[in-house]
């Protein structure tokens, strides 16, 4: 009797054994989600293919209007085309827009990794949103403000030529940092040497910008001085406010816990 109850007892433990066994693999078990990473954000991924066909489309149907811009940047006399000449090219905007989009893409890169906490939106797409937005509104800012200088101490002219070149050095920017979230995603560059090539190019961008303004603005010897304050008051000012403000919009957008 005690042999047959004990051999009925660890049946029946082997039948409820199997069925448990069973039931896990059916109704499955709740896992430790996987944490958000660029590399594998299929959405960042799609916007970034976009951003470089439409670039390589628009750049390559416009060789000629991007070869005259460059001409007129750094060789004023040898531009050709009357278009760039007497106005802004709508190359330069779609460009200028690019550099928005890549500056946002790079906020979001630097942020996500860099700085503690998350975000309190759980779409990535849309905090790459913000911070276009918050890029735009800094661009058109700064171009308002020096249109509005400009017109009243150096005359419509000047200001026009101002225009243009403060829009092709932002659309360089954007070009030459474009490879820079590229590489960060899919040669997992670490951001702190992207963070280097980024501070690279917004540096000769701007040194770049402060010689244009010499040749535009204070050819003269003697108002190298006067160059450096409108260059400092116009261009650094603005920037150090931006980066101000762009750190108070990231530190609101990540929550700490």
Known sequence: MLTTFAASSAFNDSINSTALYLS????????????YSVHHDDVLTLLLLAC???????????????KNLF???FFPSAAEDNDV???ISPLLFFLCTTT????ALCSFIYADSE?????????????????FAAAVVYLLLKWLVYSIVNNVLFGGNKSLQWSRAFFF???LEGMLLFPLPLIVIYFKLSV???????IFVLFLCKILAFFKSRSIFFRQKILFLQNILYFCALEITPLLAFGGAWLILAHFLKVKF
């Open 24 to 35: 896990k693999i059916t109704e499955g078990e709740l896992g430790t989600p996987r944490p």
């Open 115 to 131: 700085m503690e906490g998350f975000f309190v939106i759980d779409s990535p797409i849309a905090i790459v949103g913000i911070f």
């Open 85 to 87: 000449l007497t106005g």
């Open 100 to 103: 928005c989009v890549v500056v």
């Open 192 to 198: 702190e040497k992207g963070l280097y090539y980024f």
């Open 52 to 66: 470089g066909v439409l670039l390589l489309v628009v750049v390559g149907s416009s060789v000629r209007t991007v």
């Open 169 to 171: 050095v932002t659309a």
């Open 71 to 73: 001409k007129e940047f």
